[in-house]
C-alpha cells in the first residue's frame, strides 16, 4: 500500500472512531446537558437557584422522561461530526507538530509531544472543529432548553435565521472558543501526563494494567480537571445563546451575571457539566483508542501470518 493510501485510510479511520465515540457518547449523556441548560437557564425565568433535583422533577412531571432526551437529534448532529473532525485535526496537527519538534530538536528519534505541544495541539484541533459546528451548538442549547418550544428542525433553524439572521448561528462563538480551547489543550495535557504516570507506576510495582484501565483513569481525570477550570465560560456561552439580547458580549455578560448573582453564578449546573464531561471523555477517548489499536492488530495481522 502507497503512503498516500495509508494516509488517507488513517484519516477515515480517524473520523470514523472519533462519530462512533462521539454518537455513543451523545445517547448516553445527554440528560446530563439538558438538566445543566435548564439549570442555567433558571435565574432568567426568575425561578431562583433552581438544584439539579428540582429541575429534573420538574422535566419528568411535564415531559416525561422521554423529556430527558429532548434535543439528542441537534446534539448528535453537533457532536458526531464534531468529534470527528476533533479527532481528525488532533491526528493531523500531532503529527505536524511531533515532525516539527524532531527537527527543532535535531531528534529524528522523537515519539512524544512536549507538554506544551500537547497542549496547543488539543486547543487548537477543539476551536477549529467547535468553530465550523458552531451553527449546531446554537441549535441544540436552545433545543434543550425550556425558553424554545420548537416542534422540529426546520422551525427551529428557520426562527434562528429569522430572529439573527447568519450571526444568529455563531452567537456565543467567542465564549464558546475560550472555554474550549483552553479546556482541550489542558485536558490533552493532563491526559497524556495522567498516563505516563500511570504506565510508570504500574510497571515500577511490576503491575500489569490494561489499557482501557489506563485511558479511562487518564480521561476521567483530566475531564474533571479541564472542566471546573473552564465552567465560567461554559455558563457565559449559555446565556449568549439563549437571551442573546440580553447578554451582548463577553465583557458585557460576565458584568451582568456576577452582579446579579456574584460570583457562585458563574458555577450553576458544575456538577452536572464535570459528572457528564468526565464520563464523556474517559467514554470518547477510551472507545477511539481502542478503535485505533484493533484497526491497528487487524492491518498487521496478515504481514504477521506471512512472515511465519
Same mark, same amino acid.
Given at each position: 500500500?502507497?503512503?498516500?493510501?495509508?494516509?488517507? $485510510?488513517?484519516?477515515?479511520?480517524?473520523?470514523?472512531?472519533?462519530?462512533?465515540?462521539?454518537?455513543?457518547?451523545?445517547?448516553?449523556?445527554?440528560?446530563?446537558?439538558?438538566?445543566?441548560?435548564?439549570?442555567?437557564?433558571?435565574?432568567?425565568?426568575?425561578?431562583?437557584?433552581?438544584?439539579?433535583?428540582?429541575?429534573?422533577?420538574?422535566?419528568?412531571?411535564?415531559?416525561?422522561?422521554?423529556?430527558?432526551?429532548?434535543? +439528542?437529534?441537534? +446534539?448528535?448532529?453537533?457532536?458526531?461530526? $464534531?468529534?470527528?473532525?476533533?479527532?481528525?485535526?488532533?491526528?493531523?496537527?500531532?503529527?505536524?507538530?511531533?515532525?516539527?519538534?524532531?527537527?527543532?530538536?535535531?531528534?529524528?528519534?522523537? +515519539?512524544? %509531544?512536549?507538554?506544551?505541544?500537547?497542549?496547543?495541539?488539543?486547543?487548537?484541533?477543539?476551536?477549529?472543529?467547535?468553530?465550523?459546528?458552531?451553527?449546531?451548538?446554537? %441549535?441544540?442549547? &436552545?433545543?434543550?432548553?425550556?425558553?424554545?418550544?420548537?416542534?422540529?428542525?426546520?422551525?427551529?433553524?428557520?426562527?434562528?435565521?429569522?430572529?439573527?439572521?447568519?450571526?444568529?448561528?455563531?452567537? @456565543?462563538?467567542?465564549?464558546?472558543?475560550?472555554?474550549?480551547?483552553?479546556?482541550?489543550?489542558?485536558?490533552?495535557?493532563?491526559?497524556?501526563?495522567?498516563?505516563?504516570?500511570?504506565?510508570?507506576?504500574?510497571? @515500577?510495582?511490576?503491575?500489569?494494567?490494561?489499557?482501557?484501565?489506563?485511558?479511562?483513569?487518564?480521561?476521567?481525570?483530566?475531564? %474533571?480537571?479541564?472542566?471546573?477550570? +473552564?465552567?465560567?465560560?461554559? %455558563?457565559?456561552?449559555?446565556?449568549?445563546?439563549?437571551?442573546?439580547?440580553?447578554?451582548?458580549?463577553?465583557? &458585557?455578560?460576565?458584568?451582568?451575571?456576577?452582579?446579579?448573582?456574584?460570583?457562585? @453564578?458563574?458555577?450553576?449546573?458544575?456538577?452536572?457539566?464535570?459528572?457528564?464531561?468526565?464520563?464523556?471523555?474517559?467514554?470518547?477517548?477510551?472507545?477511539?483508542?481502542?478503535?485505533?489499536?484493533?484497526?491497528?492488530?487487524?492491518?498487521?495481522?496478515?504481514?504477521?501470518?506471512?512472515?511465519?
Amino acid at each position: 500500500m502507497s503512503p498516500e493510501a495509508k494516509a488517507k $485510510g488513517g484519516s477515515i479511520v480517524h473520523l470514523g472512531a472519533g462519530a462512533l465515540s462521539g454518537v455513543t457518547s451523545c445517547v448516553l449523556l445527554q440528560p446530563f446537558d439538558l438538566l445543566k441548560t435548564r439549570v442555567q437557564q433558571s435565574h432568567m425565568q426568575g425561578t431562583g437557584r433552581g438544584s439539579v433535583i428540582q429541575v429534573l422533577q420538574t422535566v419528568v412531571q411535564s415531559e416525561g422522561v422521554r423529556g430527558l432526551w429532548r434535543g +439528542t437529534i441537534p +446534539t448528535l448532529l453537533r457532536n458526531a461530526p $464534531g468529534t470527528s473532525l476533533y479527532f481528525y485535526f488532533l491526528n493531523h496537527t500531532k503529527t505536524l507538530s511531533l515532525s516539527a519538534e524532531r527537527r527543532i530538536l535535531g531528534d529524528a528519534q522523537r +515519539t512524544k %509531544l512536549s507538554a506544551a505541544s500537547n497542549m496547543l495541539v488539543g486547543a487548537s484541533s477543539r476551536a477549529l472543529a467547535g468553530f465550523l459546528l458552531m451553527p449546531g451548538t446554537v %441549535l441544540k442549547v &436552545q433545543y434543550e432548553s425550556s425558553l424554545y418550544r420548537y416542534k422540529g428542525m426546520m422551525p427551529a433553524v428557520m426562527e434562528i435565521w429569522r430572529s439573527g439572521g447568519f450571526r444568529g448561528f455563531f452567537v @456565543g462563538a467567542v465564549p464558546t472558543a475560550i472555554r474550549d480551547a483552553p479546556y482541550a489543550g489542558l485536558y490533552m495535557l493532563l491526559y497524556e501526563s495522567v498516563k505516563s504516570y500511570e504506565r510508570a507506576f504500574a510497571e @515500577g510495582r511490576g503491575i500489569s494494567l490494561r489499557e482501557t484501565t489506563v485511558t479511562m483513569v487518564a480521561g476521567v481525570s483530566a475531564g %474533571l480537571t479541564a472542566s471546573y477550570l +473552564t465552567q465560567p465560560f461554559d %455558563l457565559v456561552k449559555t446565556r449568549m445563546q439563549l437571551r442573546p439580547r440580553e447578554y451582548t458580549s463577553v465583557a &458585557q455578560s460576565f458584568v451582568k451575571i456576577f452582579r446579579e448573582e456574584t460570583m457562585l @453564578g458563574f458555577f450553576r449546573g458544575i456538577s452536572l457539566r464535570v459528572l457528564r464531561k468526565g464520563i464523556q471523555a474517559s467514554l470518547v477517548f477510551t472507545l477511539y483508542e481502542w478503535v485505533l489499536r484493533t484497526n491497528a492488530a487487524k492491518n498487521s495481522a496478515p504481514s504477521t501470518a506471512l512472515k511465519a
